[in-house]
């Protein structure tokens, strides 16, 4: 367990509010992501950071964005968000060794 | 075509049974992994694999390099065993792409 926890858990919203989901760890992995699971596909890459400052796009990040200010914090926002970003986030943390720890999922829906 | 292909989608059997998760990939890769994700939905790593095969307690993991297909074995399964089992592979190009998942229910 690499104490990685996400907040909120559960939230619901609506169209065209701004949405700020926030991973933070404890392990000082340099590594982390933000996945979204949607039934009938896989894991799905958002965003990911490997290191302070330094993000990079995954394959499904329009509409989304990231801030890291800090090794243990990794925030996700959706500026205006869709009813297509109903959907269960999952932060992840690396080491550096290939292995990535989750989180517990947020569960976001958006009316 | 899915880059990571799992088979079954679904998979129910009865306790004690010995399972049998299938996972057959596309790409290149430096690494695949196998993930549980509990009913409650956290996920875990169970293994990292890239040759060969590895063992813990009751899962065993098999990887084929040539015929780009792992393998993710359960002996004397349990209902505790229920849960979704999700291959992800490392690519040569440092993305990770994850299968949709193997639904296992285990009946007492």
């Known amino acids: 367990d690499a104490g990685i926890t996400q907040s909120p858990r559960h939230k619901v919203t609506e169209t065209g509010t701004p949405v700020t989901l926030r991973c933070h760890q404890t392990e000082n992995h340099r590594y982390m992501y933000w996945y979204r699971q949607d039934p009938g596909h896989g894991l799905r890459l958002i965003h990911y950071s490997y290191g302070v400052k330094d993000t990079d796009k995954g394959e499904v990040s329009d509409g989304y964005s990231v801030s890291r200010s800090k090794t243990e914090d990794f925030l996700l926002t959706l500026e205006s968000a869709t009813s297509s970003q109903t959907s269960v986030y999952f932060c992840?943390?690396?080491?550096?060794?290939?292995?990535?720890?989750f989180g517990p999922g947020t569960r976001l829906t958006v009316l | 075509k899915n880059e990571v292909e799992q088979s079954p989608q679904n998979l129910t059997a009865q306790e004690g049974e010995f399972i049998t998760i299938n996972c057959s990939y596309s790409v290149g890769i430096s690494a695949l992994h196998w993930l549980q994700q509990h009913p409650g939905g956290g996920i875990v790593s169970l293994f990292m694999?890239?040759?060969g095969k590895k063992k813990h307690g009751r899962l065993i993991a098999t990887i084929n390099i040539q015929e780009k297909h792992s393998s993710l074995h359960i002996t004397a399964s349990h209902p505790r065993d229920s849960a979704v089992y999700i291959c992800?592979?490392?690519?040569?190009?440092?993305?990770?792409?994850f299968g949709k998942g193997t639904r296992l229910h285990i009946l007492p």
């Open positions: 992800a592979v490392s690519s040569r190009d440092d993305k990770i792409i």
């Open positions: 992840a943390t690396d080491e550096g060794t290939d292995t990535q720890y």
């Open positions: 694999l890239s040759s």
